[in-house]
């Protein structure tokens, strides 16, 4: 059964480095998303991702955020200087324009020191 | 603005007890698509069930069901006779169906523990 995959699944960095976490949507599906979930809170919103540019971000989403899918199969969502706020678990999902189902991966925890 | 309530923070049962998780939700769509997550200790999102605005059925699905009543905005999750891998974070979510508003909005999730 197809689905989502994401890399690395637990990363560590240092305050103010850039990280790039990745995705790998299933093949078919055409809508993109990153979510957050800081340890022991809910999940939230970052950004969705359609005909290759941004559909929609929130506030949380900002100017130290980008996505991209530089490929047909990669989604990134790279973080250009870390802080210690940005620990938290990012998922990344997918769904094709048929279905209202998202499809998660199983996150990348990201651990800024 | 989209909001979903899920006033329950922890549960704690035995097992094979009932148990109904609560979730209450906000919108000014007149069509929205309703989702339950489960979230184990791993960590993964697994997703659970998905209602359309339109579908005020129940539904069940093994031990597992699901009340809708759009009258009082809410999404109910009961699970019967509860065993202890049902221990999880649960979560409620609303999204939108237009292309724009496909984003899932989640509620603050609730912890359910089944002690054996």
């Known amino acids: 059964e197809p689905e989502v995959t994401q890399t690395p699944s637990h990363q560590v960095t240092q305050m103010g480095q850039e990280v790039i976490l990745r995705c790998v949507p299933i093949?078919?599906?055409?809508?993109f998303y990153w979510y957050r979930q800081i340890l022991g809170q809910k999940v939230e919103f970052l950004v969705s991702f359609y005909n290759n540019e941004i559909s929609e971000k929130s506030e949380i989403f900002d100017d130290q955020f980008s996505v991209e899918r530089p490929d047909g199969s990669n989604f990134t969502l790279k973080i250009r200087s870390t802080k210690l706020e940005d620990s938290a678990m990012y998922f990344c999902?997918?769904?094709?324009?048929?279905?209202?189902?998202?499809?998660f991966g199983p996150g990348t925890r990201l651990t800024v020191l | 603005a989209q909001k979903v309530t899920q006033a329950q923070t922890e549960i704690s049962v035995v097992e094979k007890e009932d148990v109904t998780l609560d979730c209450v939700y906000e919108t000014r769509d007149t069509t929205y698509y309703l989702f339950w997550y489960k979230q184990p200790p791993s960590g993964e999102l697994v997703f659970l069930i998905r209602?359309?605005?339109?579908?005020?059925q129940n539904e069940i699905s093994g031990r597992y069901s699901w009340n809708f009543q759009k009258s009082t905005s809410s999404f109910n999750f009961t699970i019967t006779a509860s065993q202890v891998v049902d221990s999880a974070v649960y979560f409620c979510a609303l999204s939108g169906v237009l292309a724009s508003n496909y984003k899932l909005t989640f509620g603050k999730g609730t912890l359910l523990t089944v002690n054996p």
């Open positions: 093949s078919n599906h055409l809508y």
């Open positions: 999902a997918s769904k094709t324009s048929g279905s209202e189902e998202q499809f």
């Open positions: 209602r359309n605005s339109f579908d005020e």
